[in-house]
């Protein structure tokens, strides 16, 4: 048996490697993703375009004007005269903060009282709109406080000590990356798999292989054993990637990692060979995959929190296998997770495991 399915192994990866097409879909678009991904997909805002305007031109506004132009997170666009110019520049989207500084900044400031200070923010786009704020807000916060221990002023009654656990410098690019071997591993995995039975019909060879002294089930592992090779590496090439080249910390244990790796992979294999029983044209096979691949991208958890979707998509989740792999990985990487910690994720992932690779055979014998 495992003779002929390996024949039939070796079969598959010369017709994917031979084909110059198939050798860019494996090389080309997972490097260029990886770079896009890694690079673009930040929550981090930095180089805001803000323009300030300063109504008091006192030392003490001056001294919070140049904290903002200094900050990282900011980009002064333009010291502003008067208050008219401030509809234009929102407006126009040139900036996207206004920082106005009030006429009576430093006289309040050495009478004790609240100094003001209004932050105008372009909130089209809400989550930049929040961020900017709270940007914005610590800086004047850490003002307040110098500003108090120089001059004697009452101190704020609680003092915050922030400690970010499991990602000390808050850099988003150690959430995103972890991610991205989900994304790319699912990808792939599914578009090789996907193809290769709707391959062999499109060729017309699919009944010639039928006829073979091999049976359903061996056919099936043929047809399957490569997408999983090839998710499995491709896999382990963003890894490297991520640790070596992105520098994300890599706390836990490989053994852990590529169990749920191969667990994902699998499940993913089922799928991809589910779409491909049913698929007549390699077409069709594409189109099954994307079909599959968009919703579970997006009720994975890889850009926006299960936890904030509606209860009914929540449920939807549940039968996502890409939603519990995201959990693994990004565990692995940035908490050191233990295998018996990821139990409740590894186990869901076997269960679809299972049923997909039943399904697919299913329909490979009912559609054969």
Known sequence: MWRRVLALVVKELLAILKDGKSRMVLIGPPLIQLVVFGYAATYDLNHVPIAILNQDLSAPSRDLAARFAGSPAFQELAALNSAEQIEDLITSRRATLVVSIDSRFTRDLLLHRPARVQLIVDGRN??????????ANTIIADFGLSWAQDHGGAK????????ARYNPPLNSQWFIVPGIVALLTQVVTLL???????????????????VTPMRSVDILLGKGLPGLLIGTLEATVIVLAAVWWFNVPLHGGLLTLYAGLLLFVTAITGIGLMISSLSATQQQA???????????????????????????????????????????????????ATFHALLPQLWPMALMTGVTMIAAGWLFRRRG
């Open 192 to 210: 090789v798999v996907a193809l290769t039975v709707a391959r062999e019909r499109e060729a017309g060879t699919f009944d010639q292989l039928l």
């Open 126 to 135: 809400s989550n930049t709109a929040l961020l900017a704020l709270g940007y």
């Open 156 to 163: 704020p009654p609680a003092a915050l000590d922030i400690r």
């Open 286 to 336: 594409l189109l099954g995959a994307f079909l599959f691949m968009v919703p579970s991208i997006i009720l994975s958890g890889f850009a926006t929190p299960i936890a904030n979707m509606p209860d009914l998509v929540q449920r939807l989740t549940l039968v996502n296998p890409m939603r519990y792999f995201l959990i693994v990985v990004r565990g692995v990487f940035l908490e050191g």
